[in-house]
T-cell receptor, first 112, second 114 residues
Framework: DAKTTQPNSMESNEEEPVHLPCNHS???????IHWYRQLPSQGPEYVIH???SNVNNRMASLAIAEDRKSSTLILHRATLRDAAVYYC?????????????FGQGTTLQVKP | KAGVTQTPRYLIKTRGQQVTLSCSPI?????VSWYQQTPGQGLQFLFE???????NKGNFPGRFSGRQFSNSRSEMNVSTLELGDSALYLC?????????????FGEGSRLTVL
């Protein structure tokens, strides 16, 4: 499975945008980029995913580099509830299974 | 709709005992996956069941096993417990087929082995 690299931790101020980077230089053409987050004392929750084009949903935006070797999860206005560990995961388009390979993720701290 | 339900939420066992954890997926979901989360190793995939068949397996010893019933509910079992098995065990359900691949996780079962 292709690997992803994320910073261990990041800080943000409440109500400011947050850009969480992820490097995936060995990504293959059939890998989707998925993001999950895990709030304290909860299981992970899906945030967003994309293949080539930038994606938006009610939770966040995903910006994917043209060469697909990196991506950025964008939280437009961070709230205290967004403090969590964010995981960037590569998933083969044909692998619609329940197997995800989690890295260490980025711990996001949001300051009031 | 109801989310993924895991029972029990907390349990304490001693070395050498065995434990069974249960997971009820979201209605209509046919895939159930199990993960182990520890501070040292993070989130690690254990195995996945789809339509009562094991579809994927992670790198865990044979002491870890699971099964899925016809109603998609799943159980995982750990025999001969070791101290290192202390962890949060998470279950995730998904449709398991089709274009959407989103996994829905439960809140987990926290196992402490003494």
């Amino acid at each position: 499975d292709a690997k992803t690299t994320q910073p261990n931790s990041m800080e943000s101020n409440e109500e400011e945008p947050v850009h969480l980077p992820c490097n995936h230089s060995t990504i293959s053409g059939t890998d989707y980029i998925h993001w999950y987050r895990q709030l304290p004392s909860q299981g992970p929750e899906y945030v967003i995913h994309g293949l080539t084009s930038n994606v938006n949903n009610r939770m966040a935006s995903l910006a994917i580099a043209e060469d697909r070797k990196s991506s950025t999860l964008i939280l437009h206005r961070a709230t205290l509830r967004d403090a969590a560990v964010y995981y960037c995961i590569l998933r083969d388009v044909g692998g619609n299974t329940g197997k995800l390979i989690f890295g260490q993720g980025t711990t996001l701290q949001v300051k009031p | 709709k109801a989310g993924v339900t895991q029972t029990p939420r907390y349990l304490i066992k001693t070395r050498g005992q065995q434990v069974t954890l249960s997971c009820s997926p979201i209605s209509g979901h046919r895939s159930v996956s199990w993960y182990q989360q520890t501070p040292g190793q993070g989130l690690q995939f254990l195995f996945e069941y789809f339509s009562e068949t094991q579809r994927n397996k992670g790198n865990f010893p044979g002491r870890f096993s699971g099964r899925q019933f016809s109603n998609s509910r799943s159980e995982m079992n750990v025999s001969t417990l070791e101290l290192g098995d202390s962890a949060l065990y998470l279950c995730a359900s998904s449709l398991g087929s089709g274009n959407t691949g989103e996994l829905f996780f439960g809140e987990g079962s926290r196992l402490t082995v003494l």
